[in-house]
């Protein structure tokens, strides 16, 4: 197994033990988002919706480092400080992802990092995914 890291500045850095991304495989797994302007290291201003583009432009950031795209997004993760902002929260993210709407769970925690409303993450496919068939393994009956 090869696992690479990826990291730009055009994102925050990563303020713990851990990886902006790291690919594996053809899977690129996002560390969640916080709505951090990466120039400042602070969150933005302007509530769930400004958090929520900040959100995605770091994540925008990380994928083209990755030299991906939210075309290539297969799952996402939403985390809102408040369930009350999933309708705003989810007005922004499908300005983001646009169609072949990738699996998604979005769901209130008790608390986000830095007071944060939102944090988002995903994971990606790159090119072929092996399958079962491909792997020899039996198939789950999905077609995939």
């Known amino acids: 197994m090869k696992k ?4 730009t500045e ?7 033990p851990y ?17 951090i302007d990466p120039a400042t290291g602070k969150l933005v201003e302007g509530g769930i ?19 991906l795209s939210f075309d290539n997004v297969i799952k996402s993760t939403v985390y809102l400080a408040d369930i009350r902002d999933f309708a705003t929260m989810n007005e922004i993210y499908a300005q983001n992802i ?14 986000l990092p830095m007071g944060a409303l939102v944090e988002i993450e995903v994971l990606c ?20």
Request: hydrophobic share 40%; glycine share 8%; charged share 15%.
């Open 4 to 7: 690479s890291i990826i990291a």
């Open 10 to 16: 055009k994102a925050p850095a990563a303020i713990g």
């Open 19 to 35: 990886s902006q991304a790291v690919c594996v495989n053809g899977i690129v797994a996002t560390s969640g988002q916080l709505p």
């Open 49 to 67: 919706q400004e958090q929520t583009r900040q959100c995605f432009r770091n994540l925008a950031a990380i994928l083209e480092e990755a030299e």
């Open 98 to 111: 646009t169609s072949d709407y990738p699996a998604r769970s979005a769901f209130q925690v008790a608390a």
């Open 125 to 144: 496919a790159r090119g072929e995914i092996p399958t079962a068939d491909m792997l020899g393994a039996p198939a789950c009956g999905c077609g995939c």
